[in-house]
């Protein structure tokens, strides 16, 4: 089965908002996840990153936290923007540690 | 930002035909993959590569892929019979380590198999 997916498929949010995008695994020996968005007709590009030693990280208008308890993962974008507008993928490391394997994507769209 | 390059970028083909997919890695980057998306579905990983050997593979990789590193730039993927079916996305990317290190993407080579 799938061990890593998302609760939501789409969201929508009025630009200025922030927006929380949710990712569930069912990994629990997972010990690194990553957020990558995909923009229409792009490849993935890294957000951020975390290592399951951390519950919490920040980056710039993004934090990504860590609920080990639950195997829950989040994005947190702050006062989202148009350009925010992607598909955007959870993803853990393959067991071997030399992969990823992808979740099946949130759609955010940002509305002015 | 260096970046991974992907060419062509959209290859329509026939069914039972061969397909090599280009890709120039990031030039300092070690570990390279392909991966695929088919339309509207998650990026699915297809294969590692390092050290001029296959690292690790998915199920979906089968005896009908193959990847080769023939010089020092490129990283191809080979479909050697292609089927309806593989008409996807595919994405080739590079990193400095193993998947616990961030990947470098490209575009995509969108395949069609007709």
């Known amino acids: 089965g799938e061990s890593v997916g998302l609760h939501l498929p789409t969201l929508s949010v009025q630009e200025g908002d922030n927006s929380i995008i949710n990712c569930a695994y069912s990994?629990?020996?997972?010990?690194?996840f990553i957020w990558y968005k995909q923009e229409s007709g792009k490849g993935p590009q890294f957000i951020i990153d975390?290592?399951?030693?951390?519950d919490k990280r920040q980056g710039q208008r993004v934090t990504v936290l860590l609920n080990k308890t639950v195997k829950h993962l989040s994005l947190q974008i702050a006062a989202t923007q148009p350009g925010d507008s992607a598909v955007y993928f959870c993803?853990?490391?393959?067991?071997?540690?030399?992969?990823?394997?992808f979740g099946k994507g949130t759609s955010l769209l940002v509305t002015p | 930002e260096p970046e991974v390059t992907q060419t062509p970028s959209h290859q329509v083909t026939q069914m039972g035909q061969e397909v090599i997919l280009r890709c120039v890695p990031i030039?300092?980057?070690?570990?390279f993959y392909w991966y695929r998306q088919i339309l509207g579905q998650k990026v699915e990983f297809l294969v590692s590569f390092y050290n001029n050997e296959i690292s690790e593979k998915s199920e979906i990789f089968d005896d009908q892929f193959s990847v080769e590193r023939p010089d020092g730039s490129n990283f191809t993927l080979k479909i050697r019979s292609t089927k309806l079916e593989d008409s996807a996305m595919y994405f080739c990317?590079?990193?400095?380590?193993?998947?616990?290190?961030?990947?470098?993407f490209g575009s995509g080579t969108q395949l069609s198999v007709l």
């Open positions: 975390i290592r399951s030693n951390m």
């Open positions: 030039s300092n980057h070690l570990y």
């Open positions: 990994n629990s020996a997972s010990d690194y």
């Open positions: 990317a590079s990193s400095v380590g193993t998947g616990k290190e961030k990947l470098f």
């Open positions: 993803a853990e490391t393959t067991n071997s540690g030399y992969a990823l394997n």
